[in-house]
């Protein structure tokens, strides 16, 4: 882990809030980043209603981590919402 600068924060914030047009529901999302021998991770674990969902990025550049977690997050809500309403 490490003290994210507040710019990051905010582009973590902004990527993040784009799961909600997919399911307004969401409850909370947990975001955390870890640097490790050049290489960042992005963990985004989601808390909607009766679940919980989590994903993880590794890429050696912190904002696409984040794009490619929040995009992963995007597929798997898009897959929960479906399973929902079929059922």
């Not at 994210?4 to 947990?30: F, G, H, M, W």
């Not at 992005?42 to 912190?62: A, D």
């Amino acid at each position: 882990h490490f003290h994210a600068p507040e710019n990051l924060r905010d582009y973590a914030e902004t990527e993040v809030s784009r799961i909600t047009k997919y399911y307004p529901r969401a409850i909370q999302c947990q975001v955390i980043l870890i640097h490790e021998n050049n290489q960042f991770t992005t963990e985004l674990n989601l808390s909607i209603p009766k679940r919980k969902l989590n994903v993880k990025e590794t890429t050696n550049n912190v904002t696409k981590s984040i794009d490619r977690a929040v995009d992963k997050m995007i597929v798997r809500v898009k897959k929960v919402k479906e399973k929902m309403i079929t059922h």
